[in-house]
């Protein structure tokens, strides 16, 4: 990791996130959004590792149970280890908080989250971790059209 990974890294620790009746807040006081991927084409060493990716078909049936992988990050997974893990993953539909799945202890679960989920609307999807010593991190929106 380089000096300024580290120090970008270290400015996000603790701005977590959490909703309140769908409304997206930043928790612990720091009022900082979650962080998103600067740029595509160079992204840096943390953003590799924590920026989350939603793998989800394009293209789904009403009612029709589908899975939604996020990974963390969307280049390098995250590690997961007693030190340094990812504490939730939360999956958003239109904005909106609609599952997480928290870890209490790291190195037992992997840091990517899958998500069954049915829809009866075309949605955006996006999903948000945090890791527990480099902050929040949001994906790019990933758009599902339902027939
Ligand atoms: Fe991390």
Redesign the pocket.
Known sequence: MQRRDFLT?AVAVGAGVVFTSGKLLADEGKGEPPIRLKSKDSPSALEQ??VPLVDVPDKVKAGQWIDVNVKVGFMKE??STPE?WIRYVSLLADGKEIAKVERNVGGIVSASATFKIKLDKSVKLEAIQN????GTWISEAVKVEVS
Not at 131 to 134: T, V
Request: hydrophobic residues 10%; aromatic residues 0%; neutral net charge.
């Open positions: 890294g590792g924590h995250h590690p340094h890791c527990n010593l480099h």
